[in-house]
């Protein structure tokens, strides 16, 4: 099981039990407007310093109607910059109160591997109307991401359909042999295909274009919303530049100080804790698939149907992917990061029990950006190349064996997949470079207030995670929200929106701690 530590707040997924008209159930529009002849590189010869980079001026050209597009280059090293680019793509929506105007609001939806773009043309759907007045809405593709150019590319569709199909639960040692064959295969597929990328699409990186990206628009700090991975973004950002910051929402939290092994841990378990939540909400209503004899009995239903569909899978009417076990558990994960897809988990779960899993691979497809030609983008590929980077992994399969035990005991339905998923990092070609600092260590000392935002629901990012990162921050301020699905603004509670559009527009701060209900 390969779970995503952030999906895209523009998530929907089209089924024939339609979407919910919720905040977080918009479709997920292509990133046409990443790539335009019109909108080429800056005029002149590239940029061979780090100064030349910020002096980039962009080259604005109207797309998608009422956007501007434009290109950014980047230096593959920082301390290499006349050796090879980056080309990101960058979207804008102009502010709809120009008189009004404070500046640009950079955003990110999270992954790592979401486009930025692809966000940021659902603007005016993901952001409050009282901001959008007051700012220039921008997105960019980070460093390998999307209209990224290059961008990251490992397996193709059809290896992508076998890698996330793989049973992560094994039971015999011939499964974990299984598992093995795919991670392995996973890291040598990237290593070939984009080997002379993978060093240097870390976060680390990222952030640095982010400043460059902040010159670019003319900013003299930036303010920024980061939206579950986004927000370790902001974080390294607001370490590297901690006077450039005017404000930064971090929504859905990540805890910088968590190695790879205990954020699975710790994400399994908000996986069973929204479909706890889940289960009880189903069970107060009529007709619920699950029964109503309570959470456990319930639980254990499910846990019954992915094991005989990893040994038998159901009917898929629609493809020939197989609706086995790993299917069945990424399309529940995927319905449990908003509420308002809990209506068609229901109908899914129902039809399942009946054999037929085709809406839950579905949903699993929807997760990782799969078209219905069999053909996905690069989230998938980016992630885990980001991933890998971000944090320090085990190599020995013993570590990874004894980390799945634990995490199975600690989140029995999801814990081992989730911790299996990740095995492609035991054999990545390159090191890992966490952010330092966190924990004992204050991180973006001389920053000013920074709104840290978490979900006491939140499957993929656990409030915990929000709770950490305020403390690790020397200027973090808390924000909860007593809510369900992933991340909090713009998903329903006007009480969390009116906090961050007001930090956004005045930097009027809360009470740190502050929950909304």
């Known amino acids: 099981m390969r779970l995503r ?35 080429e590189n800056p005029a002149g010869p590239a940029p061979t310093t780090v100064a030349g980079y910020y002096a980039q001026k962009l080259r604005w050209v109207t797309c998608d109607k009422v956007f501007r597009c434009a290109r950014l280059l980047v230096p593959f090293d920082y301390s290499r910059p006349a050796w090879r680019r980056f080309s990101l ?71 992508l359909d076998k890698y996330l199909a793989t049973d992560d639960t094994p039971s015999s040692a011939a499964q974990v ?33 982010m400043d460059v ?69 189903c069970e107060s209503l009529p007709g619920c698939p699950l029964g109503h004899a309570g959470v456990a009995p319930a639980l254990a239903r499910i846990q019954s149907l992915v094991d005989r569909a990893t040994t038998h899978p159901l009917d ?50 929807a997760l990782f950006e799969r078209s219905a030609s069999g053909q996905y983008s690069n989230l998938a590929d980016a992630e885990t190349a980001v991933d890998c980077l971000d944090r320090p992994w085990p190599s020995a399969l013993g570590s990874w064996r004894s980390a799945a035990a634990t995490a199975a005991k600690a989140a029995p339905l999801f814990g081992q997949a989730i911790m299996w998923g990740s095995l492609p990092c035991a054999y990545w070609p390159v090191r890992s470079y966490p952010l330092a600092g966190g924990g004992r260590s204050a991180l973006a000392r001389g920053a000013p207030p920074i709104l840290v935002v978490g979900n006491l629901r939140d499957p993929a990012t656990p409030y915990r995670w929000a709770q950490a990162l305020s403390r690790d921050l020397a200027s973090g301020v808390l924000l909860g929200w007593d809510g369900n699905g992933h991340t909090a603004y713009m998903m329903g509670s006007s009480c969390v929106d009116n906090v961050v559009n007001r930090y956004l527009i005045s930097l009027a701060l809360p009470r740190s701690g502050m929950v909304c209900p």
Not at 7 to 35: D, I
Not at 178 to 206: D, H, K, M, W
Not at 237 to 244: G, K, M, N, R, V
């Open 5 to 39: 530590r952030a999906l895209p707040a523009v998530l929907c997924v089209v089924l024939a039990a339609g979407c919910s008209t919720s905040a977080a159930a918009r479709p997920v529009r292509p990133a046409r407007a990443s790539r335009s002849a019109a909108a």
């Open 89 to 159: 793509p960058v979207i804008e929506l102009p502010a709809s109160d120009p008189a009004q105007r404070i500046g640009a609001l950079v955003v990110n939806p999270g992954g790592p591997g979401g486009s930025g773009v692809s966000y940021a043309l659902e603007a005016r759907s993901e952001i409050a109307a009282a901001v959008r007045a007051r700012f220039d809405i921008v997105g960019f593709d980070p460093r390998g991401v999307g209209g990224s150019e290059p961008a990251v590319r490992c397996l193709t569709g059809p290896g």
């Open 177 to 209: 042999r299984a598992i093995v064959a795919q991670a392995r295969l996973f890291a040598q597929s990237c290593e070939r295909s984009s080997g002379a990328l993978l060093p240097y699409v870390g976060t680390r990186n990222a952030a640095r274009d």
């Open 213 to 281: 990206l902040r010159a670019a628009l003319g900013e003299a700090k930036l303010t920024y919303l980061g939206k579950s991975y986004g927000t370790y973004l902001g974080t390294w950002y607001a370490q590297l530049f901690p006077t450039h910051v005017r404000a930064l929402v971090l929504d859905g939290a990540i805890d910088p100080a968590s190695t790879g092994i205990s954020m699975n841990t710790v994400q399994a378990q908000g996986f069973e804790l929204a479909l706890r939540a889940f289960i009880a909400n």
């Open 316 to 365: 898929n009417e629609l493809d020939t992917q197989p609706a086995n076990g790993a299917m069945l558990l990424n399309g529940i994960a995927t319905a449990l990061y908003s509420q308002g897809y809990w209506g068609i988990l229901r109908s899914a779960l129902a039809a399942a029990f009946q054999g037929n899993g085709t809406v839950l691979v579905e949903l699993a497809n």
